[in-house]
Every structure is written in C-alpha cells, then in structure tokens.
C-alpha cells in the first residue's frame, strides 16, 4: 500500500507488531524515503539479524515505550496484533 503513496519527507513508518521484520526489510528497499522505519514486538523473532536494534524495538505493546509514544507516524501497519492487547481502545489515539 505505502508503496503506491508519496510520502513526505518527514513521514515515519510503524509496524505495531513486527514478529519476524520481513516488513521492515521490504519497506527499507522499497525506495520509499522514510526517515524512520520502527517495528515493535513482544520477542525478537528477527528471521534477518540484519535489521538493526534502532528499527527493532522489542516491548509489550501494552506498556508502549517513550520511542514509539514520543513520535507521531505517518503510516502504522498491523496485522493480527489488536487481539493480543489486554486493552486495546485504550492504545488507539483520540481522532
């Protein structure tokens, strides 16, 4: 999706939920020019050892972390990731 949009310069890619990075790597060779590219997970599960400690933050999303609560981003992904959150409305920001 994020492929076919232009982003801004100053946009910042979220992955809520990374699991294995894979995202991560394909969004970082996309040529999309994000100057942030963050995924965060439960357990490091990293398939590529490659993807930096700096772009992989291992946290329970439930008790999010200064470094995801601190930056606004511009495009979020998360698939199967909602239904583990022991609240999850509480996680989503207001409109």
Do not use: C, Q
């Not at 294995?20 to 969004?27: A, E, Y």
């Not at 996309?30 to 357990?43: D, E, H, Q, Y």
């Amino acid at each position: 999706i994020a492929e076919k949009m232009l982003a801004p310069p100053e946009s910042k890619f979220l992955d809520l939920g990374t699991g294995n990075g894979k995202l991560l790597i394909h969004v970082n060779r996309s040529g999309i020019p994000f100057p942030r590219i963050l995924g965060l997970t439960a357990i490091d599960y990293r398939s590529d050892k490659s993807i930096p400690d700096s772009s992989y933050l291992i946290a329970n999303i439930d008790m999010l972390v200064d470094e995801v609560e601190e930056n606004k981003f511009a495009f979020i992904w998360s698939a199967h990731t909602f239904y583990h959150l022991i609240d999850p409305a509480r996680r989503l920001p207001p409109a």
